[in-house]
């Protein structure tokens, strides 16, 4: 019983090791060239590189307002893609 | 024509190892028979070829692998960092804390984005788990600790999550704060260890999970049918990731066996192995154009595996960094890769020419996981010290 399972299990990595070696394979200065191309072209829209301008980071706590009550609820609607009250 | 139903066992004994496993139901002239994932794919390989020996089948193994080790070497012409030299330097980078999440406590060891880019899941070592908006947290209870892996709904309707209670299970998410998720919870996959890492597909319908039984596994989530499983690892798996939709159905596992693979989610192949790691590949994660993925390992270093010219192209270490990386994950642009390190930092690679760009000093405990948002304007980390933190 064994000896058969033992036999099954290298047949499967034989077959594996086969499969494996088949794959088509393409050299490394072509991939490479292929991940910097996909990165110079993706760069412009990724946040990180670029910077956000100060006014739009979407994280920033919401600052405490000294102001009268009608600015802080312009502030509030400027910045509602964060969350407020309502759920969707 | 009448509708036929009947019972279809999912879970149970398996007809031939005699093992509790989660069970492939298949008829072989109208006999049904209830056979484990494993036992199946032997039984497909005992019908092949008699003749053959188990020394002449160890003989044709050692001659293939050398043979890969070759092909790979032949297409082995330059360096990632020599094709990069050209390329621009990165400017340095402006990244701090902008929010610290405090709702857990206790460690908090995986977290996901939803696609809103706005509200988060995340799990921890106690029962309950809280799911983070900005102005809101629903907490969750579990009946088990450790929970390992949770993973957002592309729609936003639902949770999975699992842990050491080996399961997966999906709660379907409401809107109103005071409801009981835990009363609707829907268990889905069942592994045979813990379950360490899950993700929807590119639907509600259908989880991936990876377990520490060594496979990993596709579910329908209605039904709880196991619907492809995949052997291949030798050790616990311990993290997966989907290919990015445009590329197709394959996804990437890594495990304690120091291999990441990759798999076929139709056929449950292992299309290609990467064994480079010299320890435990913690976390896996594709590169955003689908033809490439990095890897964090406890052997303290990050590495860039690309699939079309399957090898290692790059590796991302220092002298200085001697913990292991626990989680990575890429910008937008795939210029730069994050890494969560049990020494409590990030560090910031640029891919291309694999240099340290930054490290991000604040979390207390090790770094235990690292997501950028949908939108790739900021990412979160979550960590052993109880808290997850927003940096942009």
């Known amino acids: 019983m064994t000896s058969n399972s033992n036999l099954s299990n290298m047949r499967r990595l034989v077959d594996q090791l086969k499969l494996e070696a088949s794959v088509e394979r393409i050299k490394v200065s072509q991939a490479a060239a292929e991940l910097q191309q996909y990165c110079l072209q993706n760069a412009a829209k990724d946040?990180?590189?670029?910077g956000v301008p100060h006014g739009i980071q979407p994280f920033e706590p919401r600052s405490c307002n000294l102001f009268?009550?009608?600015?802080n609820i312009r502030i509030m609607q400027r910045k509602t893609y964060i969350g407020t009250q309502k759920n969707d | 024509m009448c509708d036929q139903t009947f019972v279809a066992i999912t879970f149970g004994p398996c007809d031939s190892c005699s093992e509790n496993r989660p069970l492939m139901n298949l008829y072989i002239k109208t006999e049904p028979i209830n056979y484990c994932s494993l036992c199946m794919e032997i039984m497909a390989c005992q019908d092949l070829a008699g003749g053959e020996t188990l020394n002449s089948l160890k003989a044709e193994t050692e001659s293939l692998r050398k043979r890969l080790e070759e092909e790979r070497k032949k297409l082995h012409d330059v360096e990632l960092e020599k094709v990069a030299e050209k390329a621009e330097a990165l400017s340095a980078l402006n990244l701090k804390t902008r929010r610290t999440l405090k709702g857990h406590a206790n460690k908090v060891l995986c977290m996901d984005w939803c696609k809103d880019k706005r509200r988060m899941v995340s799990s921890s070592q106690v029962p309950a788990h809280p799911v983070f908006n900005s102005s809101q947290e629903h907490a969750v209870s579990m009946p088990t600790t450790w929970v390992m892996a949770c993973a957002y709904a592309p729609s936003g309707c639902a949770i999975a999550c699992g842990g050491l209670d080996n399961k997966c299970s999906v709660y379907p998410l409401s809107l109103d704060q005071n409801e009981n998720l835990a009363a609707k919870k829907k268990s889905v996959a069942l592994h045979t260890n813990y379950l360490s890492g899950c993700t929807f597909t590119n639907s509600d319908m259908q989880i991936l999970t990876c377990s520490g039984d060594g496979t990993s596994a596709l579910w329908d989530v209605e039904s709880g049918q196991l619907l492809q499983s995949f052997h291949g690892h030798s050790a616990d798996?311990?993290?997966?990731?989907?290919?990015?939709?445009?590329?197709?159905?394959?996804?990437?596992?890594?495990?304690?066996?120091?291999?990441a693979n990759i798999w076929d989610l139709r056929s449950g192949q292992n299309i290609q192995s990467f064994d480079t790691h010299e320890s435990d590949v913690n976390c896996v994660k594709y590169y955003p154009s689908g033809d490439a993925f990095a890897s964090a390992s406890d052997d303290a270093t990050c590495r860039l595996f690309d699939l079309r010219a399957d090898r290692e192209v790059s590796i991302y270490s220092k002298d200085s960094i001697i913990f292991g990386a626990t989680s990575v994950d890429f910008s937008l642009s795939g210029r730069l890769l994050f890494a969560g390190y049990n020494d409590y930092t990030i560090n910031v690679w640029d891919v291309l020419k694999g240099t340290r760009v930054a490290v991000l000093?604040?979390?207390?405990?090790?770094?235990?996981?690292?997501?950028?948002?949908?939108?790739?304007?900021?990412f979160c980390s979550a960590s052993w010290d109880n808290t997850l933190r927003i940096w942009a």
Not at chain 2, 361 to 378: I, M, Q
């Open chain 1, 47 to 50: 946040a990180l590189l670029v």
């Open chain 1, 68 to 71: 009268a009550g009608q600015q």
């Open chain 2, 237 to 259: 798996v311990l993290t997966l990731d989907l290919a990015p939709s445009e590329t197709g159905n394959t996804f990437v596992s890594g495990g304690s066996d120091k291999k």
């Open chain 2, 361 to 378: 000093f604040g979390h207390e405990n090790r770094v235990s996981s690292l997501k950028f948002s949908p939108d790739g304007t900021a």
